[in-house]
């Protein structure tokens, strides 16, 4: 097999990562502030959502005290960044078990959505999301393998919110690329535009077309579909 081409960023002037307390943002923000280590930033700032958590933080990190779920609670977190210096935004904020259910799309969707419109606005370099399976469902049996065009499905209420966030983020990046587009007037971008709305119209589709649930059992006998079990007819 070819290998694919690994091209490596000069590292930015700060990080500002969500989610900071976390299981996966506690693990990320001690790759990112070991001194010693390859992947070492020069200037971190980290999201919590309350002042007790503060102290959990490593002591070279900046923590900032806010709440993904309004534009206002995400001011600090953006302010005071240095004209030009160049800024990489994790988003690992989100809720599994919530009080209530609302907050899975408070949190895990519309916080996606007011953490990305304030990255947008400061000009951020780059955008990461920290997203899950659970918007593709679970697998039918367990060698089965989540594939990069795998239609959404969502599992649960989190997924489904997962999934919302992904779809949103996919939206402004949409709406990105039209201005772009506007101003420029390039081709490749229309192509691209294109090519996006292509693919995400497949994989909105596709959970209908491969439900089998509506099929006859004379339809299914004559594919050789059983449902549920691991099948190229399924």
């Known amino acids: 097999d070819r290998a694919m081409p690994v091209t ?5 002037d700060m990080t500002i990562v969500t989610g900071a ?65 160049s800024i990489d935004v994790i988003h690992a904020a989100g809720v ?3 009080a209530t259910p609302s907050d899975w799309v408070e949190v895990n ?21 920290v997203s899950s399976n659970s918007p593709f469902g679970i697998n039918p049996h367990p060698t089965d393998l989540f594939r990069n065009d795998e239609p959404y499905a969502p599992y649960l209420g989190y997924g489904r919110s997962k999934m919302l966030a992904e779809l949103r983020l996919l939206d402004a990046v949409g709406k990105l690329n039209q201005r772009h587009l506007e101003s420029t007037g390039d081709p490749e971008i229309e192509t691209r535009i294109s090519q996006y709305e292509l693919a ?5 589709s596709l959970p209908d077309l491969v439900d089998l649930r509506g099929e006859s059992s004379a339809t299914l006998d004559m594919y050789g579909a059983v449902p549920g079990k691991a099948s190229f007819a399924n």
């Open 8 to 12: 490596f960023r000069d590292f930015p």
């Open 21 to 85: 307390t976390g299981w996966f943002g506690r693990a990320l923000l001690t790759v990112l502030t070991d001194s010693a280590g390859t992947h070492h930033r020069r200037s971190v700032r980290a999201l919590t959502t309350t002042s007790a958590a503060l102290g959990e933080l490593p002591a070279d990190v900046e923590a900032v005290v806010g709440d993904v779920r309004t534009s206002a609670g995400l001011t600090d977190l953006f302010a005071d960044i240095p004209s030009g210096h």
């Open 200 to 204: 995400y119209r497949m994989q909105a």
């Open 96 to 98: 599994i078990h919530p």
């Open 109 to 129: 969707a519309r916080g996606t959505a007011n953490v990305a419109a304030k990255a947008r606005a400061a000009g951020v370099r780059r955008f990461v999301h």
